[in-house]
């Protein structure tokens, strides 16, 4: 098969990259074995890339490690900080093909992608503004002694991203690694391997050295497997399903305790009080559950609403969510496209089966949208109960549940009735409120009268088992440095 194909999407016609991306160059893997690409608007494949298998992630390992020992060493803070400067300019010059290749690959609606893509370049440019802006301390231990230390690269890093937001989780794993002088091999999602391998054209005209950035298209239990248990591999970042980190941590465990960074799942509480502002706490709680198609690790997935306006709210709600536009990702009103995958369509369709089985009652939606194309229609659950697998478990779909509450003591023992801790958030006009519950929610980030604000410069991770460690801000370069403490005996005297 080819190394690279043209593709026509309904916005672009572009050239894609379908090597997997080592030492600069495309290539075949050695098991020469390929895999289809899918698009969720038509369940059709429309092209195919090489696989990577354990070989090939022997291969990106040795060429990380080759450049992290050899070349990528000798590249100044400030040279790699241009670089990845460099990176995030050419993304925004290829903004409207990389949109249409999220699009295409994974359904988003192009404007979200372009949103994606902006956010993505963003990423990659404030940590190139990180690169010179690592180092360790000065520490006055004695006046005998100079004691110092060094914030130094961990190695070669093994990333593993999620499909829900291809580039945008590639931006996240590779800025702050590479920042910090690091090598990577980064594995995309089997369902969405297209756009990280764009970026490996505009890595090598970034200037990279080869071996610095790999980009490896494969399975889980094959490429990723391998990447977790790899004894060359000093560290592991995984996005993905609680279930599958658990995998990561073992296998990392049982090699050679590469450092682990998680970043999982959610069943996010989304509350809203008597004072809210109505129409504001709708639109935030509309976006907080439908935005990527519910296909957010943060999702605000379970809506509690105060006894007093409950009634208001629902009825409102239900209209907001029927006005949300579900069809093709390239339609220039699209709000929500198809889900990313047959399986994950299934698996959020058994959802509402067991909900409906359970005796919740189906207030809008609850069914496909119509004939082809993984699309479901915008879901609101209500009369739930906390055994329900719907209000338990993330479905990871446009599906959420409705409860009301009567005081802030009972939300925020709702809301913190779940394994899970990776968001929250909270509608009142109340400041006293919002900080008072934000201090009790067990959970990494809490908006206030908003939702899915997440920055760059903001760390972003989860409680309990939504994970461990910080992705973005300056937190994440903790990841991705060892620190190295030097104590110097300044003056003559013996042990
Ligand atoms: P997943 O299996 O956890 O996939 C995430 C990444 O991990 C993919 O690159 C995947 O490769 C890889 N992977 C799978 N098995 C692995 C293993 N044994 N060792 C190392 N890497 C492995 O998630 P999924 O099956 O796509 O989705 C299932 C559920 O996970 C969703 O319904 C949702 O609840 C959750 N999820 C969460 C996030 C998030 O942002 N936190 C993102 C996606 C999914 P493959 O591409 O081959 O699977
Ligand atoms: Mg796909």
Same mark, same amino acid.
């Given at each position: 098969?080819?190394?690279?194909?043209?593709?026509?999407?309904?916005?672009?016609?572009?050239?894609?990259?379908?090597?997997?991306?080592?030492?600069?160059?495309?290539?075949?893997?050695?098991?020469?074995?390929?895999?289809?690409?899918?698009?969720?608007?038509?369940?059709?494949?429309?092209?195919?890339?090489?696989?990577?298998?354990?070989?090939?992630?022997?291969?990106?390992?040795?060429?990380?490690?080759?450049?992290?020992?050899?070349?990528?060493?000798?590249?100044?803070?400030?040279?790699?900080?241009?670089?990845?400067?460099?990176?995030?300019?050419?993304?925004?010059?290829?903004?409207?093909?990389? !949109?249409?290749?999220?699009?295409?690959?994974?359904?988003?609606?192009?404007?979200?992608?372009?949103?994606?893509?902006?956010?993505? !370049?963003?990423?990659?440019?404030?940590?190139?503004?990180?690169?010179?802006?690592?180092?360790?301390?000065?520490?006055?231990? &004695?006046?005998?002694?100079?004691?110092?230390?060094?914030?130094?690269?961990?190695?070669?890093?093994?990333?593993?991203?999620?499909? $829900?937001?291809?580039?945008?989780?590639?931006?996240?794993?590779?800025?702050?690694?590479?920042?910090?002088?690091?090598?990577?091999?980064?594995?995309? !999602?089997?369902?969405?391997?297209?756009?990280?391998?764009?970026?490996?054209?505009?890595?090598?005209?970034?200037?990279?050295?080869?071996?610095?950035?790999?980009?490896?298209?494969?399975?889980?239990?094959?490429?990723?497997?391998?990447?977790?248990?790899?004894?060359?591999?000093?560290?592991? !970042?995984?996005?993905?399903?609680?279930?599958?980190?658990?995998?990561?941590?073992?296998?990392?465990?049982?090699?050679?305790?590469?450092?682990?960074?998680?970043?999982?799942?959610?069943?996010?509480?989304?509350?809203?009080?008597?004072? /809210? &502002?109505?129409? $504001?706490?709708?639109?935030?709680?509309?976006?907080?559950?439908?935005?990527?198609?519910?296909?957010?690790?943060?999702?605000?997935?379970?809506?509690?609403?105060?006894?007093?306006?409950?009634?208001?709210?629902?009825?409102?709600?239900?209209?907001?969510?029927?006005?949300?536009?579900?069809?093709?990702?390239?339609?220039?009103?699209?709000?929500?496209?198809?889900?990313?995958?047959?399986?994950?369509?299934?698996?959020?369709?058994?959802?509402?089966?067991?909900?409906?089985?359970?005796?919740?009652?189906?207030?809008?939606?609850?069914?496909?949208?119509?004939?082809?194309?993984?699309?479901?229609?915008?879901?609101?659950?209500?009369?739930?109960?906390?055994?329900?697998?719907?209000?338990?478990?993330?479905?990871?779909?446009?599906?959420?549940?409705?409860?009301?509450?009567?005081?802030?003591?009972?939300?925020?023992?709702? /809301?913190?009735?779940?394994?899970?801790?990776?968001?929250?958030?909270?509608?009142?006009?109340?400041?006293?409120?919002?900080?008072?519950?934000?201090?009790?929610?067990?959970?990494?980030?809490?908006?206030?009268?908003?939702?899915?604000?997440?920055?760059?410069?903001?760390?972003?991770?989860?409680?309990?088992?939504?994970?461990?460690?910080?992705?973005?801000?300056?937190?994440?370069?903790?990841?991705?440095?060892?620190?190295?403490?030097?104590?110097?005996?300044?003056?003559?005297?013996?042990?």
């Amino acid at each position: 098969m080819a190394l690279s194909q043209k593709i026509q999407t309904p916005s672009c016609t572009y050239e894609q990259p379908l090597g997997l991306f080592i030492n600069n160059e495309f290539v075949k893997g050695v098991d020469g074995k390929t895999f289809e690409v899918i698009n969720p608007h038509n369940e059709k494949v429309f092209v195919s890339v090489h696989e990577a298998t354990e070989q090939d992630v022997d291969r990106a390992v040795a060429a990380a490690r080759k450049a992290l020992e050899g070349e990528w060493k000798t590249v100044t803070p400030t040279a790699r900080g241009r670089m990845l400067v460099r990176l995030a300019d050419l993304m925004e010059q290829h903004c409207d093909t990389l !949109a249409a290749i999220e699009a295409l690959d994974n359904g988003k609606s192009l404007s979200m992608a372009k949103a994606d893509v902006a956010n993505s !370049a963003n990423c990659i440019r404030y940590y190139g503004g990180w690169a010179d802006k690592i180092h360790g301390k000065v520490i006055d231990t &004695d006046h005998e002694t100079l004691t110092y230390t060094r914030h130094e690269p961990v190695g070669v890093c093994g990333q593993i991203i999620p499909w $829900n937001f291809p580039l945008l989780m590639w931006a996240w794993k590779v800025g702050p690694a590479v920042a910090a002088g690091n090598a990577v091999l980064i594995k995309s !999602a089997e369902q969405t391997p297209l756009s990280a391998l764009y970026m490996g054209n505009l890595v090598k005209a970034a200037g990279f050295p080869a071996g610095v950035i790999n980009v490896l298209s494969g399975f889980g239990r094959v490429a990723g497997a391998a990447i977790s248990s790899h004894m060359g591999i000093d560290k592991v !970042a995984f996005t993905g399903s609680t279930a599958v980190g658990r995998q990561v941590l073992q296998a990392a465990a049982k090699s050679n305790l590469k450092k682990v960074t998680l970043e999982l799942g959610g069943k996010s509480p989304n509350i809203v009080f008597n004072d /809210a &502002d109505i129409d $504001n706490a709708i639109s935030w709680v509309n976006f907080g559950i439908y935005f990527n198609h519910g296909q957010c690790c943060c999702a605000g997935s379970r809506i509690l609403v105060q006894e007093g306006i409950y009634d208001r709210f629902l009825q409102r709600f239900k209209e907001r969510a029927q006005q949300n536009k579900v069809g093709d990702p390239f339609h220039p009103d699209t709000f929500q496209g198809p889900q990313v995958s047959q399986l994950q369509f299934d698996r959020i369709m058994s959802y509402i089966d067991q909900g409906k089985k359970d005796g919740a009652t189906v207030e809008v939606g609850g069914e496909r949208h119509g004939t082809e194309g993984y699309y479901i229609q915008p879901t609101i659950f209500s009369n739930v109960n906390d055994e329900m697998s719907i209000v338990k478990e993330e479905i990871f779909g446009p599906v959420c549940s409705i409860q009301k509450f009567k005081t802030e003591e009972e939300a925020i023992k709702i /809301a913190n009735g779940t394994n899970y801790g990776l968001a929250a958030a909270i509608h009142t006009k109340d400041l006293n409120t919002s900080i008072r519950v934000s201090n009790e929610l067990k959970a990494g980030t809490v908006w206030v009268n908003s939702y899915n604000m997440i920055s760059y410069q903001a760390p972003f991770g989860g409680f309990k088992e939504s994970g461990m460690g910080r992705e973005l801000g300056e937190y994440a370069l903790n990841n991705y440095t060892e620190i190295k403490t030097v104590r110097i005996r300044l003056g003559d005297a013996m042990f």
